[in-house]
C-alpha cells in the first residue's frame, strides 16, 4: 500500500482562458502537506524491505516532515536534524508527526553533518531530491494522471533540487510522451535556468526567495543532464509574483499552498511565459504545509515597503 494518497485531477475554471485549459494535480492535498511523500514513502517502504529500522533527515522542511509521516505509518522511529533557523511552525509540525527533532547548527550543511553520522547498518538517510527511488516515486504522480483522464500538451511545476523535475519526466517517459516542461524557480533560486544557460551544472553563491522550499545552490545531476534530452523549459518568475499568485489560489480554490508552489502558479500570468500553441496544461500544484497565510502577507508587506 503506496503512502500517498491519489490526489483530485481537477479542470480549473479561474486559471483556464480562452484557448488554454488549465488541469490541475492537486498534491496540495497529500496528508504530510505536498508531493513529497510519493517519493520519500516509496523509498521509505523499499528501505523497511530491506530491512531498515529507522530513517534519518535533515531537511526542516517538506521532505522532512514526509520523512516524519511515513515512519509514523510504517512504524519506525524517525529523527529529523534541523538547523537553528528552521521556523517554530516547521518544527512543531515534523513533531506532530511522531518524529525525534534535533536542533544542531546554524546552517543546514551542520544539520545535516549531523545527520549523516547517524546513519548505520540499519537507519536509511532520506535525500530531499537526489535519489534514484525518490524520482520512482514522483513519477507516479504522472501515472495516476493519465490514468485518470488527463490530456495535456505540456506540464508546469517547480523546481528546487530537481527531483520533482526529474520524477515527472521519467513519468513522461514511462508513458511514452515527449510532452514539454515549464521548470519554474524564483529568481533568487535559480539553480535550474544558470545551468542551462551556462550549459553545465552551476553552483549558486547565494540564495535569496520567499519560496525557500526551492533553496537549492544546486540541482541534481540527474535533472540537469534530463534538460539535454527532454523538452524542458526553464522560467523565472519574481518572489512577489509566487505570493501573488498563492493569494490568488487560496481566493480561487480555497487551498493554502507555499511560494514555491506559488512560483509554478504565477507562470500561467499574461506574459510570465510563452505558453502559445498549448491548447492544455497539467500544473503540479506541489503544496507545501511549511507557510501560512501570515507569513505569505507579512512577505508580501516587506516586499511592498522595500519597493
Ligand atoms: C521540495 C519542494 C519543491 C521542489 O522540489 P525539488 O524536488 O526539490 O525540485 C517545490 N515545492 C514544494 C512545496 C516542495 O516541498
Redesign the pocket.
Known amino acids: 500500500m503506496p503512502l500517498h494518497i491519489e490526489t483530485p485531477l481537477i479542470a480549473s475554471s479561474p486559471l483556464s482562458r480562452k484557448g488554454l485549459d488549465v488541469l490541475l494535480k492537486l498534491e496540495a492535498l497529500q496528508p504530510p502537506g505536498?508531493f513529497?511523500i510519493r517519493g520519500i514513502g516509496h523509498a521509505c517502504e523499499r528501505h523497511a524491505q530491506a530491512g531498515k529500522r529507522r530513517f534519518v533527515s535533515s531537511s526542516g522542511?517538506?521532505?522532512g516532515l514526509a520523512v516524519a509521516y511515513a515512519g509514523r505509518r510504517l512504524g519506525l522511529p524517525v529523527t529529523v536534524v534541523v538547523p537553528e533557523t528552521t521556523s517554530a511552525r516547521a518544527r512543531a509540525l515534523i513533531e506532530a508527526e511522531g518524529a525525534e527533532l534535533r536542533v544542531h547548527g546554524a546552517a543546514w550543511h551542520e544539520a545535516n553533518a549531523l545527520a549523516l553520522s547517524l546513519v548505520d547498518e540499519a537507519t536509511a538517510f532520506l535525500h530531499?531530491?537526489d535519489d534514484l527511488l525518490l524520482w520512482e516515486g514522483h513519477a507516479s504522480l504522472i501515472d495516476e494522471a493519465i490514468g485518470q483522464g488527463a490530456r495535456f500538451d505540456a506540464v508546469v511545476l517547480?523546481?528546487?533540487?530537481?527531483?520533482?523535475?526529474a520524477g515527472v519526466v521519467e513519468g513522461l517517459k514511462r508513458n511514452g510522451l515527449s510532452t514539454p516542461v515549464f521548470a519554474v524557480e524564483t529568481h533568487g533560486a535559480a539553480s535550474l535556468a544558470r545551468s542551462v544557460e551556462a550549459g553545465h551544472r552551476v553552483e549558486l553563491s547565494e540564495i535569496a526567495t520567499v519560496a525557500t522550499?526551492?533553496a537549492?545552490r544546486q540541482v541534481c545531476e540527474q535533472a540537469f543532464e534530463m534538460t539535454k534530452r527532454h523538452d524542458i523549459r526553464p522560467v523565472l518568475v519574481s518572489d512577489r509574483a509566487a505570493l501573488a499568485a498563492c493569494e490568488r489560489f487560496l481566493e480561487d480554490h480555497r487551498i493554502l499552498v507555499?511560494p514555491?508552489?506559488g512560483a509554478a502558479l504565477a507562470v500561467l500570468d499574461e506574459g510570465a511565459a510563452d505558453l502559445s500553441g498549448l491548447r492544455s496544461v497539467l500544473v503540479v500544484v506541489?503544496?507545501?504545509a511549511v507557510a501560512t497565510i501570515d507569513t505569505i502577507r507579512a512577505a508580501q508587506a516587506a516586499l511592498a515597503n522595500a519597493a
Do not use: Y
Open positions: 505536498s513529497k522542511g517538506n521532505a530531499p531530491f517547480s523546481v528546487g533540487g530537481g527531483g520533482l523535475l522550499s526551492l537549492a507555499e514555491a508552489c506541489c503544496g507545501g
